[in-house]
């Protein structure tokens, strides 16, 4: 077996978060490595559905000290050009990414942290895991699911409205990537599209830089939640389909071995149903207490272990840090924690 490898700090992932991260390692000139699974540089913008739209601007969708290029013809960039700014990041700041590496365990003791992946292990001081949540997708437990003969795709299967043409499709899910699916289907199929409550858009004239002013306010004087204003930024492609006549209905009740049924009794055959269902953290074994299936963390950091912090989580590790402009704050802040570690 061959010897660990060592780094005062290892990021675990190489998309946004973890390129952020090795910035601010960069800039505070500590030795450290990013470990990513992907074979490829983009993070989990490289498997996204093709039409799929940034809820921003380039300007506004910036990872620290290298502003995201305009799209030519497009006010919100698409995820091959996020992709692009990402390759481009990487390469810019000579981030020292080993791809692909998978990690499969992290285990602590009282000199440091070992990482074991599938390509053998490292040592290191600390460990900033960046791992996001995309190869991790969430199903809910409806029932009739196991009996439904067609096909069920989750949002991380999407990839092209084409792969559906002509077929009966129903879209489950309220926020804004089963919002965005059914808008890219409803001129290709039979798409109905289904959500616990009414759809509720926000203001259209409010997009990604609004919605990080308010996660900002959040985080220094209380100010309004998103929540408090609605669920589904409404992109163009998403205003020109529900112009010409998206709507969403209450979630069915159950399954059927063709469709989908109501309480009322109504029910729907349909070819394909498609779960925009939401994820849950990508996390590899870590020998850290859960409460309630969750980590609890103080910010980005373990409140059992400061030496193991979180970044891009979403809310469980910071107001807006799942977005390309809000993670590069909580990376600046956890490896600040860190500095004093090491």
């Given at each position: 077996m061959s010897a660990a490898r060592h780094a005062q700090v290892l990021v675990v992932g190489a998309g946004q978060a973890g390129l952020a991260a090795g910035y601010h390692l960069r800039r505070a000139g500590l030795d450290f490595a990013v470990l990513d699974a992907n074979p490829a540089p983009g993070g989990a913008w490289q498997h996204y559905w093709d039409t799929l739209r940034l809820f921003s601007p380039a300007g506004y969708s910036s990872l620290p000290g290298r502003p995201m290029p305009q799209q030519a013809g497009q006010e919100y960039p698409d995820a091959?050009?996020?992709?692009?700014?990402?390759?481009?990041y990487e390469k810019r700041y000579d981030l020292p990414v080993h791809r692909p590496v998978r990690?499969?365990?992290?285990?602590?003791?009282?000199?440091?942290?070992?990482?074991?992946?599938?390509?053998g292990?490292?040592?290191?001081?600390a460990v900033l895991l960046a791992t996001g949540n995309w190869d991790r997708p969430h199903l809910p437990s409806v029932p009739g699911r196991a009996d439904f003969t067609g096909r069920q795709l989750h949002t991380h299967d999407y990839r092209t409205a084409a792969d559906f043409a002509g077929q009966r499709v129903v879209v489950v899910g309220g926020?804004?990537?089963?919002?965005q699916i059914a808008a890219d289907l409803h001129a290709t199929a039979e798409v109905r599209w289904v959500t616990q409550r009414p759809a509720r858009y926000l203001p259209d004239d409010i997009d990604g830089r609004a919605l990080f002013e308010i996660a900002t306010r959040r985080v220094q004087a209380g100010g309004p939640r998103i929540s408090d204003l609605g669920d589904i930024?409404?992109?163009?492609?998403v205003r020109a389909a529900r112009t010409a006549g998206l709507t969403s209905r209450p979630m069915f009740d159950r399954l059927t071995p063709t469709g989908v049924a109501w309480a009322d009794g109504t029910t729907l055959d349909c070819d394909t149903v498609i779960w925009c269902t939401g994820f849950r953290p990508d996390l590899p074994a870590l020998d850290l207490t859960r409460t309630d299936g969750r980590i609890p963390t103080e910010g980005t950091r373990s409140t059992e272990d400061p030496r193991i912090h979180f970044l891009g989580y979403g809310d469980w590790t910071g107001p807006a840090s799942a977005t390309l402009i809000g993670v590069g704050r909580t990376a600046r802040t956890?490896?600040?924690?860190?500095?004093?570690?090491?």
């Open positions: 091959a050009h996020v992709v692009a700014y990402l390759t481009d990690v499969e365990a992290i285990a602590r003791d009282a000199d440091g942290i070992t990482v074991t992946t599938d390509d292990s490292w040592r290191s001081r926020a804004n990537s089963g919002t930024v409404a992109v163009p492609p956890a490896v600040e924690q860190l500095k004093p570690l090491l």
